[in-house]
C-alpha cells in the first residue's frame, strides 16, 4: 500500500477531498478491501430489494479478498461494475460499511480502514471483509437463492 498523500494542513486527502476531488491513486485507496461488492447479488422483481449471496464474482480471491485480474476485470467479466464518482451515489446495492459509499453520504472513514490503520489487513481483522463467508461463483450451485444471507447490511 502506497503512503496516503497528505494536505498542506496535515490533513489526510481523504478529509479534505471529495470523491470528485482525488487521484486515480487516491480514488483505489478508498476502496477498504472487503470484498462486498463482488458478491452475487439478485434483485425483487416486484420490489426491486436487493439480495446479497454467499457467492462470490470468480475473479475474487476468496482468501485475500482482492481480484485476480483488476486492471483487466471487465474483460473476464463483462458486467463487472466498475465503480466511479459518476455512479457511486446510485449504486443503492453498495453495502452500508463501504467506504465510497460512506464517504459519497459525507461520512468518515471507518477506524478499522487500511488508511487509518496504516494495515493493509485491517479490513479482515476487523472482520469486515467476506473472507472465510464466501464460494466462488466456480464452485456455486446455478440457483443462487440457495445462498441468499442477510449480510452485509
Not at 54 to 78: F, G, I
Not at 82 to 100: D, F, G, I, K, R
Request: proline residues 6%; negative net charge; aromatic residues 8%.
Amino acid at each position: 500500500m502506497t503512503e496516503p498523500t497528505v494536505e498542506t494542513g496535515n490533513e489526510p486527502f481523504w478529509e479534505t477531498k471529495t470523491l470528485d476531488e482525488m487521484t486515480t491513486e487516491e480514488w483505489e485507496s478508498i476502496c477498504d478491501g472487503c470484498g462486498k461488492c463482488c458478491l452475487h447479488k439478485l434483485q425483487d422483481e416486484d420490489t426491486d430489494f436487493v439480495y446479497y449471496t454467499s457467492v462470490a464474482c470468480r475473479l475474487l480471491d476468496c482468501e485475500t479478498c482482492s481480484c485476480k485480474d483488476y486492471p483487466n476485470r471487465t474483460q473476464h467479466v463483462p458486467d463487472c461494475v466498475q465503480l466511479s464518482q459518476e455512479n457511486v451515489t446510485t449504486l443503492s446495492w453498495m453495502p452500508s460499511t463501504c467506504a465510497y459509499r460512506l464517504m459519497a453520504e459525507g461520512k468518515g472513514l471507518p477506524d478499522w480502514h487500511p488508511l487509518i490503520t496504516g494495515r493493509t489487513d485491517s479490513t479482515i481483522a476487523a472482520g469486515m471483509s467476506i473472507k472465510g463467508m464466501v464460494i466462488s461463483e466456480d464452485d456455486a450451485h446455478p440457483d443462487l437463492t440457495r445462498y441468499i444471507v442477510k449480510w452485509p447490511a
